[in-house]
């Protein structure tokens, strides 16, 4: 109730303004000036009295003013969301231009009578102000400086958004692919340290997950599920700036497509578990950062002649193996293990095999 009575005041308040202007308007007229010199009383009823009148218009009729003042507002800012940025950079540097050629002109105007010169005026304005805004939208790829700039197809809402990233050294920023976010370790890195700059999740991975939670498939619907909560979890954290659901891409492409697209115009780099997408990224000349690579970096180095002491935990798939892990996960093959199942046992390291995977790690008895 008070937002509405405070919108109301404050429409009220654009019309006692506009009726102030146009009570100024008639009686700086000569005609009326001549006759309000005898009636200096008449003239202050005259000013307040318009004020009051359109401040109450205003007030009555303000739902239906407000509605239509924020439909045109809606309808502006989604033309201008779509339009290509350098359209609506050089058209309001045309829109400048034509206004101050158009002050310029209507100062010729000011001996002629006031009704004559504002009508002159405002005709100025409006024709220079479309014809200049209209001429550079059209002839901007013209310029020699900006003929490489004529097939870029930035939105306007894009350009805004990029702004602020524009002179950051590569890889500032971080685009999170919806593999890192199903994944989950990305918040724990984050809070770490390991990962800054601004991190974006774009509009379209975010839709990539609705779809995945939305599926018929329970581990899909899991997965997708577990990256919305990840996508949240990040936008919440106070210590990093991590901005969701910007950069709409509606093109039929794929989203590792749109992800590479995005990478190149903001010079940002990807972070993927992906090892298909990472490849991709490498031959498009796009950095990318794969946390199983960092996880696998992290791992205690182990070479072969190292004593490691070890719980076996199981048979392995040989006669007399047994298997044993270490507490990142990595699988030691332990040869003569089989009767030390469930016990303790010292062992030395044979061999370390790296896989796509990870690591395993061969021992036999100490």
Not at 78 to 88: E, I
Request: some cysteine; glycine content about 10%.
């Amino acid at each position: 109730m008070k937002s509405s009575v405070g919108a109301r005041l404050g429409t009220a308040l654009m019309g006692g303004l506009l009726g102030m202007a146009l009570s100024s308007l008639v009686v700086s007229s000569k005609a009326a000036q001549a006759w309000l010199d005898q009636r200096p009383l008449l003239e202050s009823m005259i000013d307040v009295g318009t004020v009051i009148l359109f401040a109450l218009i205003f007030f009555i009729f303000s739902p239906s003013i407000n509605r239509f003042l924020g439909s045109m507002s809606k309808r502006i800012e989604q033309k201008l969301a779509n339009m290509q940025a350098y359209d609506v950079v050089f058209g309001a540097i045309g829109l400048i231009f034509g206004l101050v050629v158009a002050y310029f002109i209507s100062s010729l105007f000011r001996s002629m009578q006031s009704g004559s010169y504002l009508a002159l005026s405002a005709l100025a304005y409006i024709a220079l102000g479309v014809f200049c805004t209209r001429t550079a939208k059209r002839r901007w790829p013209e310029l020699p400086f900006m003929k490489k700039y004529k097939d870029d197809d930035t939105s306007f809402t894009e350009f805004i958004n990029k702004l602020g990233m524009e002179g950051k050294s590569h890889g500032s920023v971080k685009l999170l692919d919806s593999s890192v976010l199903i994944d989950g370790r990305i918040l724990g890195v984050m809070k770490s340290g390991f990962l800054e700059g601004e991190i974006i999740v774009p509009a379209f991975i975010l839709d990539e997950l609705q779809l995945l939670s939305d599926s018929a498939d329970e581990m899909k619907r899991k997965k997708g599920k577990r990256g919305l909560d990840m996508a949240s979890a990040l936008s919440q954290d106070g210590e990093n700036k991590v901005v969701c659901g910007v950069y709409e891409d509606d093109s039929d492409d794929p989203t590792d497509a749109k992800l590479l697209k995005l990478a190149k115009k903001l010079n940002a780099s990807i972070v993927t578990n992906d090892h298909n997408l990472g490849m991709v990224a490498s031959l498009s000349q796009v950095k990318a950062l794969s946390l199983n690579e960092l996880s696998e970096v992290l791992r205690p180095a182990v070479f072969e002649g190292d004593e490691l002491l070890v719980s076996v935990v199981r048979e392995g798939k040989e006669p007399g193996q047994g298997v044993a892990y270490m507490e990142d996960g990595t699988m030691i093959v332990i040869d003569g293990g089989k009767e030390f199942v469930n016990k303790q046992v010292g062992v030395i390291v044979t061999r370390v095999i790296r896989t796509g995977s990870g690591r395993m790690i061969f021992s036999k008895i100490a």
